[in-house]
Nanobody
Framework: VQLQASGGGLVQSGGSLRLSCAAS????????MAWHRQAPGKQRELVAS???????IYNDSAKGRFTISRDNVKNTVSLQMNNLKPEDTAVYYC????????????????????WGQGAQVTVSS
């Protein structure tokens, strides 16, 4: 199973970016999906999360500016970021709690946490 993120870049303060992340592989199902970010010298933090029933949680800095969404058929999660600020500059990581199937004694399931490779978002002032 892999998570592939895309959509980062450089944008001016007040601008917008959209991050996307696609899960691929022998996926049986995905429960929670999320975006985290890590700024230089800081710990990784949760930005937004979404369950498979589309319930969402945002951190305080993202509320009102960012929107997380997902497509349960395509196994994708996206983050629309509006009114970006220099303090949003970070590497953004997508996350998924994924149940994969594999051939063990029979067809078996494994529940694991998966992370994408990170997408750099830079907001200039």
């Amino acid at each position: 199973v892999q998570l592939q993120a895309s959509g980062g870049g450089l944008v001016q303060s007040g601008g917008s970016l959209r991050l996307s992340c696609a899960a691929s592989g022998p996926i049986f199902g995905i429960s929670d999906m999320a975006w985290h970010r890590q700024a230089p010298g800081k710990q990784r933090e949760l930005v937004a999360s979404i369950t498979n029933s589309l319930s969402t949680i945002y951190n305080d800095s993202a509320k009102g500016r960012f929107t997380i969404s997902r497509d349960n058929v395509k196994n994708t999660v996206s983050l629309q970021m509006n009114n970006l600020k220099p303090e949003d500059t970070a590497v953004y990581y997508c996350y998924g709690r994924i149940t994969r199937f594999y051939h063990g004694l029979g067809l078996e399931l494994s529940h694991d946490d998966y992370w994408g490779q990170g997408a750099q978002v830079t907001v200039s002032s």
